[in-house]
Nanobody, 118 residues
Framework: QVQLVESGGGLVQAGGSLRLSCAASGRTFSMYAMGWFRQAPGKERDFVASIRRSDSTTNYADSVKGRFTISRDSAKNTVYLQMNSLKPEDTAVYYC???????????WGQGTQVTVSS
């Protein structure tokens, strides 16, 4: 089992920045990757970014490329999502997830709200 706790969400004006954190505990050594997803009101949960555990290879959704950066601190078992140049359409609940393969994420955090005002 893996436990994930997100933090760092909040309210920010368009053009601003936020950094989300995801503290992981449990059997994190067996995970293939860590990812961030988001869900806006009335919409499906979408992929945002991921980082592979073995070599820190990153992957981003087209909508956030060049603005968001995913990183990790292995010593702290923490994954970060640095979000710059935020837009109102980035408003969503952001979830951290632990993946056992590239496309399977069975472990999820509780989510943190990000609201970007125009």
């Amino acid at each position: 089992q893996v436990q994930l706790v997100e933090s760092g969400g909040g309210l920010v004006q368009a053009g601003g920045s936020l950094r989300l954190s995801c503290a992981a505990s449990g059997r994190t050594f067996s995970m293939y990757a860590m990812g961030w997803f988001r869900q806006a009101p009335g919409k499906e949960r979408d992929f945002v970014a991921s980082i592979r555990r073995s070599d820190s290879t990153t992957n981003y959704a087209d909508s956030v490329k060049g603005r968001f950066t995913i990183s990790r601190d292995s010593a702290k078992n923490t994954v970060y999502l640095q979000m710059n140049s935020l837009k109102p359409e980035d408003t969503a609940v952001y979830y951290c997830a632990a993946g056992i393969t590239r496309n399977q994420y069975p472990y999820w955090g509780q989510g943190t709200q990000v609201t970007v005002s125009s």
